[in-house]
């Protein structure tokens, strides 16, 4: 099965189960908005995301989830690389606020990458997918998908940027360490992903909706999914929080990191 149809395969199960950058000191002094939370997982309560507020699905089964304290180790690579063992999890629409890139939003996921391979440069064992719902669906659906290797957090590039799901800029991390908190503020055309309050990578958003396949859910607005979605890779990551905040603060911190990309990786 191709990255077309793996992709998109997985994403309609989820909906119908329903560059190396430098970086310079800035201040300021912005009031914090005030701001709404809701929470789709967490892990402090003992269950599975299912009995929470995530949907689950799976091309072939083999995916487990392990409950251990704190949240759930979620893990693909029980089969070996090629076959369509695509799964993951989608925040629950009826509870999912607008996504609107005006004013903005945040997407929270405490995750920790316990391990996890590819066999190519341009695929990872774990991907967040985020897309807007901006003018209640009349405008183009826009947004992100990050992917996670072991040692880099990375964003998957549109057509204007290399081509459809192509290596886009990325930002050497040790993501599996520990669970961190990493959060992804949208807000008009950019976003910024921050790492346990500290900013760790920037740039624009991505229109994927000129990609084409028989299966195809990049034109669907108001989406927060995550999971292996790809036959070429795979992954082993305990995630123990999972939320959406509305509008994003002014300020996440008194003092943050503003990120100049000087490279972009293949």
């Known amino acids: 099965m191709n990255r077309l149809l793996a992709i998109s395969g997985l994403m309609v199960a989820l909906l119908v189960a329903v560059g190396v950058?430098?970086?310079?000191?800035?201040?300021?002094?912005?009031?914090?908005?005030?701001?709404?939370?809701?929470?789709?997982?967490?892990?402090?309560?003992?269950?599975?995301?299912?009995?929470?507020?995530?949907?689950?699905?799976?091309?072939?089964?083999?995916?487990?989830?392990?409950?251990?304290?704190?949240?759930?180790?979620?893990?693909?690579?029980?089969?070996?690389?090629?076959?369509?063992?695509?799964?993951?999890?989608?925040?629950?629409?009826?509870?999912?606020?607008?996504?609107?890139?005006?004013?903005?939003?945040?997407?929270t996921l405490a995750l920790q990458v316990l391990n996890e391979i590819h066999s190519s440069p341009d695929r990872a064992g774990f991907s967040l997918l985020v897309l807007s719902d901006d003018a209640n669906g009349t405008e183009t659906v826009k947004g992100l998908e990050l992917a996670f290797w072991q040692n880099e957090v990375w964003a998957q590039n549109d057509a204007t940027q290399g081509g459809y799901f192509t290596h886009g800029e990325g930002v050497s991390f040790?993501?599996?360490?520990?669970?961190?908190?990493?959060?992804?503020?949208?807000?008009?055309?950019?976003?910024?992903?921050?790492?346990?309050?500290?900013?760790i990578l920037s740039g624009p958003i991505r229109d994927y909706t000129g990609f084409e396949g028989t299966l195809d859910p990049y034109e669907t607005p108001n989406v927060v999914a995550f999971g292996d979605n790809t036959t070429s890779a795979g992954a082993r990551v305990q995630?123990?929080?999972?939320?959406?905040?509305?509008?994003?603060?002014?300020?996440?911190?008194?003092?943050?990191?503003?990120?100049?990309?000087?490279?972009?990786?293949?």
Do not use: C, W
């Open 21 to 107: 950058a430098t970086a310079v000191a800035v201040k300021t002094a912005v009031p914090l908005q005030d701001t709404t939370t809701v929470v789709f997982y967490d892990g402090s309560l003992g269950t599975l995301p299912e009995a929470q507020h995530l949907f689950y699905g799976e091309l072939l089964a083999g995916p487990t989830q392990t409950l251990v304290p704190g949240g759930v180790i979620f893990n693909t690579l029980v089969l070996p690389l090629g076959q369509a063992h695509m799964a993951g999890f989608a925040a629950d629409p009826a509870l999912l606020p607008q996504l609107a890139r005006t004013p903005g939003y945040t997407v």
């Open 174 to 199: 040790n993501t599996t360490t520990a669970v961190v908190r990493y959060d992804l503020f949208i807000i008009t055309d950019t976003y910024r992903l921050s790492a346990d309050g500290q900013p």
């Open 239 to 266: 995630f123990n929080y999972v939320a959406v905040t509305l509008p994003v603060p002014s300020v996440i911190e008194p003092d943050f990191l503003l990120f100049l990309p000087v490279a972009i990786r293949p």
